[in-house]
């Protein structure tokens, strides 16, 4: 089964999620984001990254750890290319993010994702496994 898809919206895009886990729910999201934003075959695992999100219920924690590594992304200059999430609860994560220095000759980068939005925002379960949508501002 897929880790992720892309989906269209309107003037924005957006990916559905899926993992066995948790865990590998928002680890395929952060993925699908960035595969959005380069081909994450070009990353290399040169830096590693720990995150720490609270939030107040598991939607806003998949924003806020998205929001978290576009930050990163835009104020740091690193692209990520793998994430491991070490601990996970309905409102708190901790997770590594692994990536390199943006290299926009090498890194190609593809679309210009200004912000993750609640719009349509879905975290469930679906027989057994993890589902999640989202769309981002472009």
């Known amino acids: 089964m897929k880790d992720y898809e892309i989906i269209e919206h309107t003037a924005d895009i ?3 999620a899926f993992g066995d886990t948790e865990e590998h729910l928002f ?3 952060a ?3 960035f595969s959005l934003i380069c081909n994450p075959s070009l990353v290399r695992d040169t830096h590693a990254y720990p995150v720490s999100i609270e ?3 598991r ?3 998949l924003v806020e750890w998205l929001n978290e590594l576009l930050f990163l992304f835009e104020a740091r200059g690193v692209i990520f290319g793998r994430f491991e999430v070490d601990d996970i609860s309905e409102v708190h994560l901790t997770a590594t993010a692994f990536g390199e220095d943006l290299d926009r000759e090498r890194h190609r980068l593809m679309a ?3 912000a993750v ?3 349509m925002l879905k975290v469930r379960r679906v027989d057994g496994r993890w589902e999640a949508t989202v769309i981002f501002d472009i």
Do not use: C
């Open 14 to 16: 957006g990916i559905r």
């Open 27 to 29: 680890e395929n999201a």
């Open 31 to 33: 993925a699908g984001m």
């Open 55 to 57: 939030a107040e219920d």
């Open 59 to 61: 939607e806003t924690l």
């Open 112 to 114: 210009d994702i200004k």
């Open 117 to 119: 939005t609640y719009h």
